[in-house]
């Protein structure tokens, strides 16, 4: 069974920087895309950012190019999300995604495994 655990996020001040993190156990980590996803109440589940299983490829959503940057180490089977200059519009909860393939993907579906999300908070 795949388990991903996010951590890293909480308030910071708007222009501020987090980090998140995810860890993967379960299978070969190596072998497989992952994502970041964001989703606020009441409102779709949005694409954040994708690596693939080498870290070769990366993708980002429009509202956050620029300012995220994805990662991984696959020998510590962790993905990261690095935020910088956050906006209060970045307030919601952020879910890491294990892809169901090794090339990185943008759509929800291309993802089988989801963590429970880590809450990110950014005050004016």
């Known amino acids: 069974q795949v388990q991903l655990v996010e951590s890293g996020g909480g308030l910071v001040q708007a222009g501020g920087s987090l980090r998140l993190s995810c860890a993967a156990s379960?299978?070969?980590?190596?072998?497989?895309?992952m994502g970041w996803f964001r989703q606020a109440p009441g409102k779709e589940r949005e694409f954040v950012a994708a690596?693939?299983?080498?870290?070769?490829?990366?993708y980002y959503g429009d509202s956050v190019k620029g300012r995220f940057t994805i990662s991984r180490d696959n020998a510590k089977n962790t993905v990261y999300l690095q935020m910088n200059s956050l906006k209060p519009e970045d307030t919601t909860v952020y879910y890491c995604?294990?892809?169901?393939?090794?090339?990185?993907?943008?759509?929800?579906?291309?993802?089988?495994?989801w963590g429970q999300g880590t809450q990110v908070t950014v005050s004016s």
């Open positions: 995604a294990a892809g169901k393939f090794g090339r990185a993907n943008t759509s929800i579906n291309d993802y089988a495994y």
């Open positions: 379960g299978r070969t980590f190596s072998n497989y895309a």
């Open positions: 690596i693939s299983w080498c870290g070769g490829s990366t």
